[in-house]
Structures are given as C-alpha cells and as structure tokens.
C-alpha cells in the first residue's frame, strides 16, 4: 500500500489526511516534533489567558486517530533524502515514504538584534513559546513589564494575553500606525484607539535597537533604536512575523547534486499543484511559496484557511484526481482585543492600492464600528469590504465577487449579508445614507430576504 | 474595585453563614393543648400517637429542631409499630375483624414531612420573633454582599467583549477546593430541603411576613425555595448583564428567564393560592411538570371549577401544541433558555460553570441513552396514573400506579433535578438535568432535530477550529465539529443560549429561523475553496 508521509501535524497537514482517508485506503503517517495531538495554534492565545485548557484546543478527541487509520509518530526530522525516499529523524531513526507532504509552518522572525536570544525573549508560534510564556510571566510580580517587538496579528494577540493578566505591556510598532500596511488609516486608527484604551503602552514608529541582558542571561530591558530609551521589562515578545520553517530542508540540499535537492527560496517552491521540483514531494500550508503568485494573493499565505483548502486541494491529487490549487475569493479574519474584524475580496490600505480603487468609510460615532468598502473607480465594480464590529455572511460576499456586482447592489442589500447575532442593531441605513451623500446616489436599502440568501447562485 | 469586591464577597459569606447558622437556633415545643388541636386537624384517630406525641413535643426541655425532630419521628414510629404489632397478632390469630380495624390508626406519609407539619407550629425563638431583622441579616447581606461582588465587574472587565479571563486559573470555575465547597453545600441544600425539610423550618419563619403578604398563609419550605430561586436569579442576571452587555441576544434572553421566574413562576401562583385557586405555574409544560396528571392534581383541578378546568385545558394545550409549534419556529431555545426555570437557574447561577459539560462523544452517546428513557419513564407513568385513575385499579400493565409514581418523583424529581442537576453545577457544568435528564428537552429535542426553522449557521470557511465555541457550550455539543466543517448545527439538544456564537472570536456562528430547506448541509471542502472542487466533492 502506498505510503504518505506528512511532516507537520498542523491545520494543512491534518486536513490534508483526514481528506486522504475519506478518499482512499493509503497508509498514512504524520510526523510532527512539537505535540502528540493536532491542536489549534490559534487558540494558544486562550489557554494563557485561561479560557480554555490546553486539550480544548485538540479538536478531534484522541481515539479519532486510530479509528480512521492515522500513524501519528513523535520526532523531528533533520534530513529529507529524496532519493532515498527517506526521512532522518534527529535520534538517526529513519522512515520511508512514497509520497512526502511537507506542512511544517512557520517560525517567528528574528532580526538579528541584539540579545534576541537571552532568555525571556520569545515569539509566539509553538506550544513551547506558551510554556516558555507560562514560565516567565505566570504573573504582574514575576513579569513587572512585557515589551512587544511587531504590530501584526500575533503581536496584538500577545498584548491582550499578557493584559489579561495585569501585566503591564509596551508595545513598539515599526509602523506610524497600527498595521496600516494592510488596513485603510481610517480602520487602523480606530485599533489604536482600541489599544490605548485597554492601557496598553503603544509605540508607533518605534523600532528595537537592543535587548539587554542582567548578569545572568536574563533579559533586563530593551534600548528604543529613535529615543535611546532604556524601558526596564522582564519578558519581551518577538512577534515581527513569521517565516517558513524549512531550515531542515535546506540543511538536506546536497550541493554535489542540486537538482535532487528540493527547491526553495523563502519557503518550498512550490507549483499549481503544489508539487516541488522532486518528484513525490509536495509542500502546502504555511512553508509553502508559488512560483507565481495566484492573483492578489502572496506568494506564501501564512494563514489557517489557505493551509486548509490546500490540505483539501492536495488530497485530490494524492487520491489519483490532480487538481490545481485554485483558491476562490480572499477572506479572512481576526479579533483586536475586544473588536472583530473579517475582510472579503481585496482592500488595500492607503500603502499599497492602486490608484483606481476607491474606498468608502464609515465609522459609528461612539462604538468600535466601522467599515471600509473598496470599488473600481470606474466600474463602480465592488472589489471588497473589510467590516469591525460587525459580522458579515460570508456566503453572500463570496457570491457578490463571483457576480462581480457594483458597489450601489452591495449597498442595496447590505442587510443579506449581516451576521450579527439576533437583536443587534443594525447600521444598513446610516451607512448606506453616507454612502448617498458622498457619492450623490438614492440607494434604498433592502430587507433582508431570506430566499435572496438562499437562492442557488 | 478590588476592595470592594472583597469586602462584598465578605458581606455575602457572613449572610450565607447566619442564613445557614439560624438552622440551629431557636427552641420547639408545644403544650399539650397545642398537640391535641393538630391531632385534631389531622384526624388521627389513634390514641397512641396522642401520648406518644405529648410525650414528644410538648416537653418541658429546650429542645433544638434535630432533638425535636427525632422525638417526633420516634412518636410517629412509636404508634405506627404498635399497629403494625396488633396486625400481626390479629393475624396470626386470624381475627380478620379485628385486624382490618387496626389500618385506620396507621399514620402514613413521610417522617421527616410529618415532623415538619409540627415543627412549623411549635418553633419559638430570636429568629422567629425578628423575621425582619433576620431578612436583612441573611438575604439582605447576602444580596448586598453579592452585588458588591459583581456590580465592580462592570468596570473591572474593561471594555465590553467577551471576558472569560482567568476561568481555568481559579479554583471556583476550575473544579478546585471551592468548586467543591459550593458542590457540598448545593447538595446539602438539596438533601435537606426535599429529604429533611423540618430542620430548615427557620428558615421559613424568616419569609414568614413576606408570604402572608402575598397569599396570606404562612411560608412553606417550598415559598423558601421559590424565593430564594427569585433572589438568586436576580443577582446572577445582573452579573449576566454585565459579563454579556455587548450581546444583546444574552441581554434579553436574560430579562426573559427572568421574567418568567418571578411572574410566572412565583407571583401568579401566589397570588392564585391567596384567591383560593390553585397555584399554577402557566408556563411549567409536561411532562417537565411530571405531576400534571397526578390524582391529587386532576383532583384539585377538577374541584376549582372553571379556573381548574381552564388549567386544564391549557396545560394539555402547552404541551400538545404551543411547545411543538414554538419549536418548529424558533427552535427549543424558546422554552428552555428563555421562560424554564431550570433553565433560568443555569443560565444565571449555573453561567460561571458551563464549560464544564463533558463533549466526548462518549458523553453524547450516553445523553441520549439517558435523556430518552427518562421521557419514556415519565410516559410510563402518566399512562399507568390516567389508566388507574378512571379504571379506579392499583395498576396497569403490571404496573403499580402508586409506586412508579414514587419511584419516579424520588429518582427524577428530587434526585436528578434537584441534587444532581443544581448540586453538581460546580463540577459537572450548570445544564445536567437540561441535557440528561429532563423529559420535556428530550421531546423539544426531537422536534427541533426533525422538524424546526431553527439552526445555528455555519459562516462560510471563517472556523479557525479554536474551540472557544464547544468548551462553552453548556450542552456539550461539539460545537466546532460542525463549525470546522462549514456545516451548520442542528442538534436536538441545542438549548439556543447563543454562548457560542457570543464567545465565538470570528464570527462563525448565527442563531436564525430560516427556511427548514438546505437547514442541514453537510460539507466537506468549506467555501472559500476552489469552486469547481466544491461542486466535485460537496455534491458526492
Ligand atoms: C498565535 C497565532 C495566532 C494565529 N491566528 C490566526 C488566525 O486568527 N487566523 C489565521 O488565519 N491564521 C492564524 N495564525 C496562523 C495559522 O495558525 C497558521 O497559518 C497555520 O497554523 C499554519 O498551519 P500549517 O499546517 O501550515 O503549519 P503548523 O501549524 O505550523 O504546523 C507545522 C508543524 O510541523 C512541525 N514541524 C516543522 N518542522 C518539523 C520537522 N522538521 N520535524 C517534525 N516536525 C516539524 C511543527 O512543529 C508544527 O507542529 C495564527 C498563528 C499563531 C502563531
Ligand atoms: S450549541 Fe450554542 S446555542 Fe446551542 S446550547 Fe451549545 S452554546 Fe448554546
Ligand atoms: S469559536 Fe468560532 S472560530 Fe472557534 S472553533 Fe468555534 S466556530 Fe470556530
């Protein structure tokens, strides 16, 4: 029986052989270093701020495993010898594949500062930062202050995880304002907003010069590369991005024989079949890079879903149907502390749209709540919305970008796509009366309908 | 903040302790006349039981309640082994006559109910005399101390969001020493009121003047209940209030349960009691309310002219069509997270315990084992009281009327309701008795499952399988085993509390009534996917 061997036990991984099993009898094995179990990086977050317990975030019990014929083997794999077909284990064991699937993820990024290494300094990627986190700020007496080195999602995460526990947080953030290079200025200063009123010490345009050590290995304090200011902390979060987690990939390449080495460049390079340059040798999730980018799209999308719909994509191809990896409209989404956030289809922030997309805004005067819809500027086609504070279906989005409908249809039956929980106020008419004045439209919003949302596209 | 915390959490402790503490004061005995005018009342006809119980009760001894409830139970016994002696010899002696005269002397009910009846009449002391003052000194501070507990929160949480901080590093939400405090003293609580009711009779002396004012007649244990369920609910919704204030579906939710606890289920039927009728709880639907169709109720009913048959009417009414129409609307939810108050307890008291149902599918393999044959139990039984009750036999289908209906109020009633179901809300989450054991759920269930609007609605690919959903579903429904798939939840024992849409921190799930078509929606490649692969693999 053909053997398939996944490295890394993660959402692609998982996905990935869980779709295998439904498909085929193959045998399969998933190796990972970090956990016996898949568990949910996404939820690390909640075990640290105790709403949940570790085995929580495992989403299949452990009997799942054996009951649908998972191998699941414990270890870390140093080396990948593809023609051997074989993998290498750091304890020298070896395992046989026909087919390799490398889901191994991402790590932290490390910017070769100063003292990035001395002990308290950590990212947030693995169960090992959590226990690492546990151990060094279990609490406001051991950690009298936390600084937080990156303003991205893991960043804003790590802030709310140490507040949650009254521990002080400083905040640096490269940028003038908090991720604004993926979020219109409007959205991104509410966030800062959000920030500060959660009594988080935020930073903007503030880089790290340096970590320094107290005399034993431990970090005392980090040194602020524009002011010179010596901030006195006890943990400091490294949470500047992350990258593929292919070191031992690289470390297989054979120079003698560069094209039995697998490919890479950022991450493993990857085509539309998410096939590497080795035969048998794919690579989905977040370590994987296209060639090409798909559209708007990264070349390597370090997110939950697209590990997931490759997970899905792949096992087709595995299972004798080669499908291409063709991912349909961008989502996405995300929670700032107590603010919500999903986008659907593209908006560019200020930084990086092209000229002909235009953006309407609107924000609740009091409440955390806005949105930003993005259109053509000549089309008036809508190209995408990014909504905080409110829940959108996703169904009806994904349909209007199929459509291609303008911006005044997305208006006009705005109340379909709500998603807010029952008896929420709904927001419809004052967006869609901004909406009027600014663009000298006579939009009517709709009611909702529910044989709108359920018609077959 | 801290500080007042603290100092409420102080308040509440010592209204709890004297609250618990008055169950030793106080002195009982009656004069001799006294026991002659209850042996009247009663229409006991035994002239054991008057010595017996003169001897017991009117003593010249302080006697506490424990002292004077053995004495009583022992007079009691007293008479009733003396009958039990005579029959015996009678028989033995085959003096049917004789022997058949002796069953009008025997005294049957239970001991410690028979001791309460006295107890109420013969209790004197500080407690008593100041009802007032001990109002104040145990719900009064209790009420005070606990709203100083949870009223900082409002500023203490930050702003509004969900705030499950720190639930699974304290020891009262996190099964440790004080969850099992509260454990013990629910449990006792229960024990005692449904199996010892005489040692708490204190504490109805307390709610004495309120229950004159609302029906006229003294408190029972059960006015004590029912009032303190009030209380209770009162203070924990304001804590719901506060914890959940972003959420409006938990806000009105919350006023509802409410709502439906103090009018419905405390108000009407007091009233109703103090203008000589019944006292009905409207909303309280068989076979939830398994005695419905007891003989004492049917009798009762049937004797309070057109207001008894009104009851009547409607109870069947509730349960034949209103539930199941609700049901097929909106969903169970309707019922049993907006009027119950079983619900209504667990989704105020039980709130800060819900993540602790247990969401192996071994667990709902057993709910179902259970929840079914408990509806099936209280069927059983409602068949066999109904049949006997018109045919006049002791039992249908070999069935005896008078024991299922014990067995089934001990087993059911008291011990699964009551001490499982509220008791073991520290350690085994606030929705026992809702999930496993509540026959009028496992019908709702059923209904909803095969034939309702309602659903929760899976958000398209949003699921980041984090968890939040299923740790904090009451019910123990693997809420992001559905979640993750893109598929939609229906499941019969969904009570619709929307917590897992609230805690939810992508916004994947949607309570809604929509059209029954396309309800159910199996996926294995979510949305967000290819299209073409989506068609392939969804349409298998
Ligand atoms: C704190 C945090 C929050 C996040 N929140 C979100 C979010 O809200 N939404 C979102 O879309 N995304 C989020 N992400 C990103 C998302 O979690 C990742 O994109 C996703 O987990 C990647 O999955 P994967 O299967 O590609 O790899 P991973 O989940 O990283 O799994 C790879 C596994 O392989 C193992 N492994 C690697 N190399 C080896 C080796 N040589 N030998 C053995 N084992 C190896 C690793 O230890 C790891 O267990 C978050 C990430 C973090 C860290
Ligand atoms: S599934 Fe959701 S709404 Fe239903 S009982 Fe569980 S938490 Fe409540
Ligand atoms: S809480 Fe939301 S995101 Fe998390 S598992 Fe449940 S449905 Fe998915």
Sequence with gaps: ?457 | MKAIKNIGLIIFLTGLSIFTGTIFTGSFSLTTSEVEAFIQEKGYKSDVIRKELIKAAASEKELNIFDFSSRVRAAYQASNDHYDALIARYDAEKNWDKKGEQYQYKIYGKPHTLSYELAKKAGKGYVKDNAGMFWWLTFGLGIIGALLFILPNFVLLGPAGIKNNGIYLESATNRGWIAWLVLIYLVSFYLVLYFMADYVVNWTYILDPISEFLNGGQASQWFVYGFLYCVIMIVMAARMYIKYRHNKYQVVRTTSVLFFQIVFAFLIPEIMASLGAPGYDFKNAFPLDYDFFFEWNLDSLSQSGAIGIFILVWGMILTLIIVPVMVYFFGKRWYCSWVCGCGGLAETLGDPYRQHSDKSLKAWKLERWLIHSVLVFSLVMTIVTLYCYFSGAQSFLGINSQWIKDTYSFLIGAWFAGVIGTGFYPIFGNRVWCRFGCPLAAYLGLVQRFKSRFRITTNGGQCISCGNCSTYCEQGIDVRAYAQKGENIVRSSCVGCGICSAVCPRGVLKLENGPEQGRINPTEILLGNDVDLMKLVNQK
């Excluded at chain 1, 023609?83 to 070896?94: A, M, Y």
């Excluded at chain 1, 997110?303 to 490759?310: F, K, L």
């Excluded at chain 1, 990086?352 to 008036?380: G, M």
């Design chain 1, 1 to 457: 029986m053909e053997h398939i061997v996944i490295i890394g036990n993660g959402i692609s991984g998982v996905t990935l052989a869980r779709h295998i099993r439904k498909n085929s009898d193959k045998e399969i094995t998933i190796v990972s270093a970090e956990t016996d179990y898949f568990f949910s990086r996404t939820a690390l977050m909640y075990v640290y701020m105790g709403h949940m317990k570790f085995e929580h975030t495992q989403p299949y019990e452990s009997w799942f495993w054996k009951k649908n014929r998972i191998n699941l083997k414990k270890g870390y794999v140093q080396q990948v010898d593809p023609k051997k077909k074989q993998l290498v284990f750091s304890n020298n064991e070896t395992l046989s594949y026909d087919k390799l699937v490398l889901a191994t993820g991402s790590k932290p990024n490390k910017f070769g500062w100063p003292g990035q290494d001395l002990k308290g300094v950590m990212g947030l990627y693995h169960k090992q930062d959590l226990e690492n986190l546990e151990k060094h700020a279990p609490n406001n007496k051991v950690c009298k202050r936390a600084v937080i080195v990156g303003g991205g999602l893991i960043g804003i995460e790590l802030a709310e995880m140490l507040h949650s526990r009254n521990i002080p947080v400083t905040f640096l953030v490269r940028e003038t304002s908090f991720w604004n290079g993926v979020l219109p200025a409007g959205e991104s200063e509410m966030i800062n907003e959000h920030i500060k009123e959660n009594h988080i010490d935020l930073r903007l345009s503030t880089n790290l010069k340096e970590i320094v050590s107290d005399e034993n290995g431990r970090v005392k304090s980090v040194i602020i590369e524009e002011t010179g200011e010596e901030i006195p902390c006890d943990v400091v979060g490294l949470t500047a991005g992350v990258s593929p987690n292919i070191d031992f990939i690289k470390n297989s390449e054979t120079s003698a024989e560069p094209s039995r080495s697998i490919e890479t460049n950022r991450g493993i390079l990857v085509n539309r079949f998410l096939e590497t340059n080795i035969k048998d040798v794919y690579a989905i999730g977040d370590c994987a890079e296209q060639r090409e980018a798909i559209g708007n799209r990264r070349p390597i999308e370090a997110v939950w879903y697209t590990g997931r719909m490759m997970g899905e994509t792949l096992a087709q191809t595995l299972c004798g149907n080669r499908v291409e990896y063709k991912p349909g409209h961008w989502f996405n989404s995300a929670k700032f502390i107590d603010i919500e956030y999903q986008t659907y289809g593209w908006v560019f922030s200020e930084r990086s749209k092209k000229d002909t997309e235009l953006h309407f805004h609107w924000r609740h005067p009091k409440e955390n709540i806005c949105i930003t819809v993005a259109y053509d500027k000549d089309t008036n086609k809508f190209l995408g919305i990014n909504t905080f504070g409110i829940r959108m279906r996703h169904k009806i989005f994904d349909r209007w970008l199929t459509e291609e409908r303008d911006v005044n249809h997305v208006m006009e039956y705005l109340a379909d796509a709500n998603f807010d929980p029952e008896f929420y106020r709904a927001y419809e008419k004052e967006i869609i009366t901004k909406f009027n004045q600014e663009n000298n439209t006579n939009i009517q919003p709709r009611k909702k309908s529910w044989k709108r949302i359920f018609a077959k596209a």
